[in-house]
């Protein structure tokens, strides 16, 4: 069975710093793409970031380029997102989830989500 548990969200200032982890099994984690999303309350979700074939690929949103930096432990089957620069535009429920490219084909496995709130 797929699954994907988030972790390391919660509550900091504007201009600090949070690290989340996506913890993933069931599937052969060197083949997947693994991607982070966000949803803030009354918006639609966003992709933010992803990263595929072990660290061979990564992506990210605009608005988190240069703030914000994904990377793979494949040993750990774990993802992570370190997030610089926190603004409170970032506010919003994380989530990751895994497909098996970035860009092109759906992600099928979603974790259940993690809060972020940055205060002002």
């Known amino acids: 069975e797929v699954q994907l548990v988030e972790s390391g969200g919660g509550l900091v200032q504007a201009g600090g710093s949070l690290r989340l982890s996506c913890a993933a099994s069931?599937?052969?984690?060197?083949?997947?793409?693994i991607g982070w999303f966000r949803q803030a309350p009354g918006k639609e979700r966003e992709g933010v970031s992803c990263?595929?074939?072990?660290?061979?690929?990564?992506y990210y949103a605009d608005s988190v380029k240069g703030r914000f930096t994904i990377s793979s432990d494949n040993a750990r089957n774990t993802v992570y997102l370190q997030m610089n620069s926190l603004k409170p535009e970032d506010t919003a429920v994380y989530y990751c989830?895994?497909?098996?490219?970035?860009?092109?084909?759906?992600?099928?496995?979603w974790g259940q989500g993690t809060q972020v709130t940055v205060s002002s």
């Open positions: 069931g599937f052969t984690f060197d083949d997947a793409a």
């Open positions: 989830a895994a497909s098996t490219r970035c860009s092109g084909s759906p992600f099928g496995h």
């Open positions: 990263v595929s074939r072990s660290n061979v690929s990564t």
